[in-house]
């Protein structure tokens, strides 16, 4: 049940209940009913939906947490695929209109004699245009965005966490669960379905940040198995202004060689 449903059913139950009150309760009540506050009303009519309620706004407000209006979002989130591992954190910033997002992830990478250094791998998008940043070599590889390889990139599905989290959001199907308690921690639980796939997702009840979440996919045989999941360890929102809108831009060198695709 929707929130519109909701209260097109709670009118007509305060209609047919008052057909039996007294004209004298009646007008009490409609003398009474201006006072109470249009935030209180809603309130109360959210605690009654069922799961918590507001399945619509509880998923715009997820997206909205995701790509916030003059604001940057900054995550990091690490990925794991259950009992295999985990993978480097991932760290993003996203802001849009216009859509821009950097991702920066560090690895171990071999330079010559078998030595294993940490690197850096950054991946950008702006002007229709993703870019590659390889530190090790000092190299940005520039691809249109049609063109780019999603095959490879440190977001959850090759792009950045902020974007591939709101367009799952945003298939459609989305099921509300509503606060639930999970790792002794209270979230509230979005789902989505799809025929090969499960995506679950955690975010705070009261601010809608992320939290957590992971994928089930579906084998030939229709039994699920656990996929890739995430945690964020870091959400804030920062104002978008001339000094953060850096923040979407590569730390460069100015040796830094340009390759286009």
Known sequence: MNLDTFMDDFGRDLTRAAKTRSRRR???ALRLTPVIPVGAALALALTLLPGGGGSVDAIAAARAALAPDGEIVHMKVQMGFGRGGSLPPVEQWYAADPKRWRTRTEALAVPGKGRLRPTQFETAFSNDRVR????????????RADQHPRTFGPGLLGGDPATDLREQLGKGGVRDDGVVTVDGKRVRRLVQDSERQRFVYYMDPDTFAPVSGHISLKRPDGKRFRGPQFTVVLYERLP???????????????ETRYVWR
């Open 26 to 28: 009646r007008r009490l």
């Open 132 to 143: 590659f940043y390889d530190q090790r070599r000092d190299v940005v590889t520039i691809w």
């Open 240 to 254: 978008l202004n001339e000094q953060t809108e850096q923040l979407l831009k590569f730390d460069k060198t100015p």
